[in-house]
């Protein structure tokens, strides 16, 4: 079971995808943005994290960043439409995708 921040300003996505995740047996902790990620990020250990792009406040490649800056070593999958010219999450998965791509990308990390 891996501790799993999830990062989406839409809260239907937030919702289903954190249901798909606790269902694999993963805790979730849910966030709208940017700030409120990075606030619970420093306030909790995570295994991973999950993050849209495009969101208010502070964008996925900055909330990213200063992750990174915290604690290198937590993977990151970006969720987005648009490819941002500065990569900095581990991994960028376009939208749409399907849940299986998604959990095998989390299976990659974890096992790691």
Do not use: W
């Not at 995570?46 to 849209?52: H, P, Q, R, S």
């Not at 990174?68 to 749409?96: G, N, W």
């Amino acid at each position: 079971m891996a501790r799993i921040l999830l990062v989406d300003d839409e809260q239907m996505v937030r919702m289903v995808y954190g249901m798909i995740l606790e269902l694999e047996g993963h805790k979730v902790v849910l966030a709208s943005d940017g700030l409120c990620a990075l606030h619970l990020f420093g306030e909790h250990n995570f295994d991973l994290v999950i993050t849209d792009f495009n969101m208010p406040n502070m964008n996925g490649n900055e909330l990213s960043k200063k992750i990174k800056e915290l604690k290198s070593d937590v993977p990151i999958i970006m969720i987005t439409s648009d490819f941002p010219e500065q990569r900095i999450a581990d991994v960028i998965m376009a939208k749409p995708f399907s849940t299986k791509d998604l959990l095998e990308n989390i299976n990659l990390f974890l096992k790691k």
